[in-house]
T-cell receptor, first 115, second 113 residues
């Protein structure tokens, strides 16, 4: 069974640009969560989608957005990039809502560097 | 709102020694608690979870954790460390079915030969 796939794995952008990250969950999983991981802040919750609906949103500015498609694949977008957006962006999927099952299956992440 | 505090950003133990990673939580309701592990250049993997069935929870790779409500703690232990246990460990809490998992800032475990 294929795991959670995130693309691209690495990318470099400059300030002011935008970026789109993609996540394909495990087959059959309907919930996708996104986290930002940085050395100083650890994992911070961005958003959770379940059956194409955003169920929860973290405390991030509106530059961060996401969506989920009917096949459960998800994308997140960051516009007007800032240096502080450099981080590892982790996607996790679960069969049901993440907070009910607790077991999140994580991808290897997309490492974004903003210059 | 729930939160998690992991004491010690870095713990170093000798191979064969006891591993103890500390986690204290704050939650207004009985929580669900989890430990995840992250190996270098990989995503996080669930080690174990507490969902009120038993206070002592056994996980993969010989790890276990004990839920102590009076101390609001959920410390992770392993009797004998292996070199392969070197990784970053995250404690996480969820207070209800509608709230996302909140992670601690992580504890990096080093194992010395």
């Amino acid at each position: 069974k294929a795991g959670v796939t995130q693309t691209p794995r690495y990318l470099i952008k400059t300030r002011g640009q935008q970026v789109t990250l993609s996540c394909s969950p495990i087959s059959g999983h309907r919930s996708v969560s996104w986290y930002q991981q940085t050395p100083g802040q650890g994992l911070q919750f961005l958003f959770e989608y379940f059956s194409e609906t955003q169920r929860n949103k973290g405390n991030f500015p509106g530059r961060f957005s996401g969506r989920q498609f009917s096949n459960s694949r998800s994308e997140m977008n960051v516009s007007t990039l800032e240096l502080g957006d450099s981080a590892l962006y982790l996607c996790a999927s679960s069969l049901d809502r993440a907070s009910l099952t607790g077991e999140l299956f994580f991808g290897e992440g997309s490492r974004l560097t903003v210059l | 709102a729930q939160s998690v505090t992991q004491l010690g950003s870095h713990v170093s133990v000798s191979e064969g020694a006891l591993v103890l990673l500390r986690c204290n939580y704050s939650s207004s309701v009985p929580p669900y608690l989890f430990w995840y592990v992250q190996y270098p250049n990989q995503g996080l993997q669930l080690l174990l979870k507490y969902t009120s069935a038993a206070t002592l929870v056994k996980g993969i790779n010989g790890f276990e954790a004990e839920f102590k409500k009076s101390e609001t703690s959920f410390h992770l232990t392993k009797p004998s460390a292996h070199m392969s246990d070197a990784a970053e460990y995250f404690c996480a809490v969820s207070a209800s079915g509608n709230t996302p998992l909140v992670f601690g800032k992580g504890t990096r475990l080093s194992v010395i030969a």
